[in-house]
């Protein structure tokens, strides 16, 4: 009967999409990111200097709504390289290659008192892939995902993944999670400006035990508990880029 449930509830979907996730991609490839960071730290000694970010920063829109390319996606965002591939023989595949793409990411009004720009924050960044699967679902008439099922799906496969992540010894302190919703309005650099606070953050998060005021001119953003707590079926993402939904 659970099983049952589930299944015309959907809930299996996020959560099998959260484990594969896991168990085939991130357990492979996230202990072995500090090492490929590290490495490009030695050849570029100017690029990551904040050791708090050293890991791999996985973007998780509830939109579901993917774009292929960062740059595009924000322009506040530039490519740099790529970090050394991790190479295996996985499922009958010879040579594998898993690897990650190191971006700069720049705020709105970077500047310094002189005028100057200021160094741009630099981490490994990629969104999420499955939720390319959940998106597809929700335009496909087989599957027949609302966009309501399809966000709640999408806050289900977060909080599975974060869970999974939180108990594995072999991922921790290797990840950052940035699960967002799509402003209610169009936004200029709204990506860039999420990113960066989580990079701050991470930063401000090595002194939060010993200092009890929190920065005031720290930008604000939902933590794991806030986001559960305010998303709801009335907090949509915005329409996606199709006539389905």
């Known amino acids: ?13 996020a959560h099998g999409l959260a ?7 991130l357990k492979i490839v996230l202990p072995r990111i500090r ?3 590290a490495e490009f730290s030695r ?20 939109s579901c709504d993917i774009s292929d390319d960062l740059e ?14 991790t190479t295996l023989t996985r499922a009958g595949t010879k040579n594998r290659v898993y690897k990650h793409s190191l971006y700069a990411i720049r705020g709105e009004n970077d500047e310094g008192g ?31 995902f609302s966009r309501e099922e399809r966000l709640e799906q999408a806050k289900l496969f977060y909080r599975t993944l974060e869970e999974i992540l939180r108990g594995s010894k072999e991922c921790r302190g290797t990840y950052r999670l940035i699960a967002y919703q799509a402003a209610a309005e169009a936004q200029p650099h709204f990506l860039a ?3 960066l606070w989580h990079l701050r953050q991470q930063c401000h998060e090595e002194y939060a035990l010993d200092d009890a005021t929190l920065d005031a001119n720290l930008p604000t953003s939902l933590s794991t508990t806030e986001l559960d707590l305010q998303m709801s079926q009335e907090e949509l993402p915005l329409p996606l880029h199709s006539d389905c939904f």
């Open 1 to 13: 009967e659970v099983s049952e449930l589930a299944e015309r509830s959907r809930q299996n979907v």
């Open 19 to 25: 484990w594969s996730y896991y168990v085939g991609y």
């Open 35 to 37: 090492q490929s960071l």
């Open 43 to 62: 050849a570029n000694p100017s690029r990551l200097l904040r050791r708090q970010t050293w890991k791999l920063h996985i973007l998780v829109p509830l």
């Open 72 to 85: 595009k996606a924000d322009s506040n965002i530039q490519y740099l390289t790529d970090l050394t591939e």
């Open 114 to 144: 002189g005028g100057e720009p200021l160094e741009p924050w630099h981490c490994a960044l990629e969104f999420a892939t499955p939720l390319q699967s959940l998106y597809a679902m929700s335009q496909d008439a087989c599957a027949a």
């Open 193 to 195: 400006r999420e990113i």
